[in-house]
């Protein structure tokens, strides 16, 4: 073979080899492209299932959230309504006690010689008191009681309320 045809069929083997290699590069970038879609697909699916389920457990949360200021909501308006009820109780009580159509008494111990007090032992004929001795009290006196228990009842209906707050918070 002469030097020019070996020169020109190299070059054609050179040519060939190149074309092979640019094929089958072409066939491999196919290949992996179609493997990487199909990755990336799956990664797609894996993350809306990961934001569907987040979702879903903030929606839970949200509902419990909202059912517990519900439940605290309804609690709060039924201490609030019982305060107010001891409150108007307790301002007619008052009342009553300031224009004298309700007199408070206490028991006396007729056999405590100590106190000093020489009330006699029996009721009168016309009262309606059974039992021992009584002695009517100042209404000023009185009126200082009714505003004592009224503290309290306001004490014992805030702290049902706190009772009833941390109970439901703990659930």
Known sequence: MSPGA??????????LVLA??????????????????????????????????????????QDKRLALEQRLSASEQTHYKELSDAQTKQARLRDRLATADLRLSVLLDSTDSASGCSVPAG????????????????PAHAQRIVAITDAGDQGLIALGACQAYAREVSR
Do not use: C, M, P
Not at 128 to 136: I, K, N, P, S
């Open 6 to 15: 070996l020169k020109g069929a190299l070059a054609g083997v050179l040519l």
């Open 20 to 61: 092979a290699a640019g094929g089958i590069w072409k066939v491999q970038d196919w290949r992996y492209g179609k493997q990487l879609a199909e990755q990336v697909g799956l990664h797609q699916s894996d993350l809306d299932a990961i934001n569907n389920a987040a979702a879903t457990a903030q929606r839970t949360e």
């Open 123 to 138: 009721t009168g004929a016309g009262g309606v008191v059974h039992g021992g001795t009584r002695a009517r009290l100042d």
